[in-house]
């Protein structure tokens, strides 16, 4: 059998599907990661095709993919809307392991971001509202008065999500995984597919 096919297992879980053996990282992440196992760094490109990367919360997973919420003004949130292609990294220090995803961006609906957005504490909400994301920010002053006005402004009402403020999904066509192994003989699988809705294959890599 070649090395190719889905029939080669991975020799911590025995999963031949990478979300599924994702989510199994991911709850015993839950179990002894002591803060954030949801943190993920998430790479864009810029126009001139600088890369750019920082931390995010995935908040949602499923065969669709890995969603995350921010400001579409943001930084990342024009590079994404620009470019459509994303990469994210897991690394789970307590656990020693890592998950590489590189794939496709695109939008959350807008009921799936009102939704997240709703199920936020009102301060976060508020802050959607006040800060201008990535933008220069003349003193610390100038975020206070901005998060007392919106304060103040939906202080008897609903906060509504911000047209600016929604989710992106990304959607992968590789999955790395990876865990530590003496002496840096560490354990590397690599499952990729041509396009999406296609079949993951799976390869082993040397470490």
Request: aromatic residues 12%; proline residues 5%; neutral net charge.
């Amino acid at each position: 059998m070649n090395d190719h096919t889905l029939e080669l297992k991975n020799n911590d879980t025995g999963e031949d599907n990478p979300l599924t053996m994702f989510e199994d990282w991911l709850a015993l992440a839950h179990d002894q990661e002591p803060n954030d196992p949801s943190a993920m760094s998430l790479a864009s490109v810029d126009k001139d095709g600088l890369p750019n990367v920082r931390m995010v919360l995935m908040r949602r997973h499923d065969e669709r993919g890995f969603v995350f919420f921010t400001n579409f003004e943001s930084q990342k949130g024009v590079e994404l809307l620009s470019q459509k292609k994303a990469a994210a990294c897991f690394h789970w220090k307590s656990i020693r392991k890592s998950v590489r995803i590189r794939g496709l961006v695109d939008v959350v609906s807008d009921e799936e971001a009102d939704e997240y957005f709703h199920s936020r504490p009102m301060g976060s909400r508020i802050g959607a509202w006040a800060s201008k994301q990535s933008r220069v920010l003349e003193n610390r002053f100038a975020l206070e008065k901005q998060v007392a006005k919106y304060t103040a402004k939906f202080a008897l009402s609903k906060i509504p999500r911000p047209d600016y403020w929604s989710g992106f999904r990304i959607k992968p066509l590789s999955i790395e995984f990876w865990s530590d192994g003496k002496f840096r003989l560490h354990d590397r699988s690599k499952f990729e597919r041509a396009d999406l809705g296609q079949p993951w294959t799976l390869s082993r890599l040397y470490p």
